[in-house]
């Protein structure tokens, strides 16, 4: 059974950062490509950023290129998000994703392309 276990969120002030971590269990992560996912309340699921299986190839939703990076550690099997220069518009449950992938160089930016769901951590940026 896979499971996605997200941690890092808090409260930070406009302008601060925080270490999104994606901890996944179960199958084979280096065949995962993974994403992240935003949703604020009254809102749709936006995406944020994904990342290959091979960690070679990664995108970025729009609103978070240039504040936002990301990777992922094969070995300890976990995924991250780090986010800078925070705006209270990023306010928002952040959740990860994986798919299983044969390709190596594939990303995914759209949620029904991933198959694996953690639970969520909430990430609030006060102004």
């Known amino acids: 059974q896979v499971q996605l276990v997200e941690s890092g969120g808090g409260l930070v002030q406009a302008g601060g950062s925080l270490r999104l971590s994606c901890a996944v269990s179960?199958?084979?992560?280096?065949?995962?490509?993974m994403g992240w996912f935003r949703q604020a309340p009254g809102k749709e699921r936006d995406f944020v950023v994904a990342?290959?299986?091979?960690?070679?190839?990664?995108t970025f939703g729009d609103s978070v290129k240039g504040r936002f990076t990301t990777s992922r550690d094969n070995a300890l099997n976990t995924f991250y998000l780090q986010m800078n220069s925070l705006k209270p518009e990023d306010t928002a449950v952040y959740y990860c994703?994986?798919?299983?992938?044969?390709?190596?160089?594939?990303?995914?930016?759209?949620?029904?392309?991933?198959?694996?769901w953690g639970q969520g951590t909430q990430v609030t940026v006060s102004s």
């Open positions: 994703a994986a798919v299983t992938t044969s390709y190596v160089t594939t990303v995914y930016v759209t949620d029904d392309k991933y198959t694996y």
């Open positions: 179960g199958g084979t992560f280096m065949w995962y490509a």
């Open positions: 990342i290959s299986s091979s960690a070679t190839i990664t």
